[in-house]
């Protein structure tokens, strides 16, 4: 899907509002504007981001009926929107909770293997990052992952999903993005190589 150019520009004064109902209806026509340039969106709980839709990021959909039936029984909900090849995207999730800083991980990988380049990116309510890139043509599939790359990094390719801008959760902390004019790049292949290796064999001393 060619439209990793468009995304930013859903919601490009990241507006916050003050009113629950105006940001309930901010937050469905950003979806119904997702819907409109291509990208298919589903709704979440804002409390824990699992999905009110029976099956999951699989219900996405563009049908603007569907989409203002959701938000009509669920106006709080978050937007949420497959990643991998239903969307375009990959994206690079860099969570900060806790003891677990995912931007030090990342600056660790960076040392050894090279930046990553400027890309669109989504600042998240917990202050970590959603760094989007262009999904790749892969000759195995580049699914979703946790901690594989590193403490506090996790990834969603296909098979996954991520929570959009303007979205707000339970606690009032919002999805950003943090540049509007910068588009997702290209995913630089030592990350691909990196989700790819096979995890090594284990095995087992005789007694």
């Not at 298919?40 to 203002?68: D, R, Y």
């Not at 339970?170 to 910068?182: H, L, P, Q, R, T």
Request: proline residues 9%; hydrophobic residues 35%; glycine residues 8%.
């Amino acid at each position: 899907m060619n439209n990793s150019t468009t995304l930013q520009n859903i919601t490009p004064d990241n507006n916050i509002y003050v009113s629950s109902t105006a940001h309930s209806l901010s937050t469905l026509q950003a979806a119904l504007d997702y819907a409109e340039s291509g990208f298919p969106v589903f709704p979440c709980n804002p409390g824990n981001k699992s999905p009110f839709t029976a099956n999951g990021f699989k219900s996405a959909s563009t049908e603007p009926a569907e989409i203002e039936d959701w938000w009509l029984k669920y106006p709080d909900a978050l937007i949420g929107m497959p990643t991998g090849k239903t969307s375009g995207f990959f994206v690079l999730d860099i969570d900060v909770k806790h003891d677990v800083n995912g931007f030090d991980s990342l600056a660790a990988l960076e040392k050894q293997y090279g930046a990553l380049p400027t890309t669109l990116t989504v600042k998240t309510p917990s202050g970590g990052e959603h760094r989007y890139f262009i999904m790749p043509e892969t000759s195995q599939t580049l699914s979703i992952s946790a901690g594989k790359l590193g403490a506090g990094l996790d990834t969603r390719g296909d098979g996954g999903y991520v929570i959009t801008p303007p979205s707000v959760n339970s606690e009032g902390k919002a999805y950003e993005f943090v540049d509007i004019d910068v588009e997702p790049s290209e995913l630089p292949n030592w990350v691909i190589t990196l989700l790819l290796k096979p995890k090594p064999l284990v095995t087992q001393t005789p007694p």
